[in-house]
């Protein structure tokens, strides 16, 4: 059972995802909206948490009201034009039976239980800001779907319907709004299948993924991605997480811990690459502290230089306290082969996010 280590208390995952909303927030939200981050302008509504472990539990049971609640507390601050609290809060219960009651085997077939479970939830998570049409293709809620839902395959059922209505919308916004006609048709076989390829490297890093909770299963897919486009660049796991995916729901000081404990990354030890990163203030900043006094001539590229010759271990100090990370040499190739799969269905994920769900919004 996992522990979250709070001082001299400790709270289980099982406590928090049996409390109510507001309980497996932990305090972590807004003071006037508990599901809410701090972080954000509370009419952005950005969950303060990754709720996809306690949306889980009711979608397991069929928990409309509870879908609906999570829904209402996500958009509190910001729920729409027109219409009393009940109003809305009623709407959104109608918006959670519509993804509860979804036959998502329609267009995506043998999936396991639990992929289809966790494709739900990721439909709510994605429902709090998004509508289920073809506009949604427009935003990056695919790429969060493709990350949240990456260990699960499925097999794609009436795709030449799909493509039709896909290149349908095109064609009549297109009539409409000039953006829309720079968008070219498709063909069904424009749709990649969503099956990650059968390779052991990719086998054994979706193996660690798949434990996760969505949002942190998403940050992980971030943080992957970035690492491997320049693998001599540490990063901290808090800089990786994009908007997209903290908008969906995240504490990154907790997806960050569970990133770490997987394996998949490890501690940085590319000084150069960490000092890439740096400004020309940070680092004349750095060697003063150290005594050095280097020349206003310099370059960033020498600075960095005479950084790294004449203080290597109070740099090698600063770089384990600042929690920076690499990839773990061991899941290079496999994080490659994850990055090339995700963008490969990124485009079947829209068209069936748009057309495909069957969730009236």
Not at 235 to 264: F, H, N, Q
Request: charged content about 25%; some cysteine; overall charge negative.
């Amino acid at each position: 059972m996992q522990t979250l280590d709070l001082g001299d208390s400790a709270i289980t995952l099982a406590d928090r995802v049996a409390a109510d909303l507001p309980g497996f927030a932990d305090g972590l939200g807004h003071p006037d909206f508990p599901c809410l981050s701090r972080a954000h302008n509370p009419s952005s509504c950005v969950p303060c948490a990754d709720f996809s472990p306690w949306l889980r539990e009711r979608v397991r049971r069929g928990d409309v009201d509870a879908a609906g609640e999570y829904l209402w507390r996500v958009r509190q601050a910001n729920p729409g034009v027109g219409g009393s609290e009940e109003d809305f809060r009623r709407r959104y219960r109608e918006l959670a039976g519509s993804m509860m009651e979804a036959q998502l085997g329609t267009h995506l077939r043998g999936g396991s239980e639990e992929a289809y479970l966790d494709l739900r939830v990721a439909l709510i998570l994605l429902a709090a800001h998004e509508g289920f049409s073809g506009f949604i293709m427009t935003g990056e809620a695919a790429d969060f779907l493709a990350a949240a839902v990456c260990p699960h395959a499925f097999t794609l059922a009436g795709t030449e319907r799909l493509v039709d209505l896909r290149n349908a919308f095109v064609q009549r916004m297109a009539s409409e709004m000039s953006y829309w006609s720079t968008w070219p048709p498709l063909a069904p076989d424009a749709l990649l299948p969503i099956v990650p390829p059968d390779h052991p490297d990719l086998t054994a890093l979706l193996a660690l993924m798949r434990p996760l909770p969505l949002g942190a299963r998403a940050h992980a897919a971030d943080v992957l991605r970035h690492l491997v486009a320049d693998p001599s660049v540490p990063r901290t796991l808090a800089s990786l997480s994009r908007y997209e995916t903290r908008k969906r729901g995240l504490d990154v000081a907790e997806s960050a811990r569970l990133i770490m404990d997987t394996g998949m990354v490890v501690p940085g030890t590319e000084l150069k690459g960490w000092l890439s990163g740096w400004t020309r203030r940070d680092l004349l900043g750095f060697l003063a502290h150290c005594g050095v006094r280097p020349r206003n001539s310099w370059s960033k590229e020498r600075l960095a230089e005479v950084a790294e010759a004449q203080c290597a271990d109070l740099l090698r100090q600063r770089m384990r306290e600042s929690g920076v990370v690499e990839l773990n040499p061991a899941h290079i190739h496999g994080a490659r082969l994850l990055r090339e799969y995700l963008d490969g269905v990124k485009e079947t994920w829209r068209v069936w996010l748009g057309f495909g769900t069957g969730v009236s919004s």
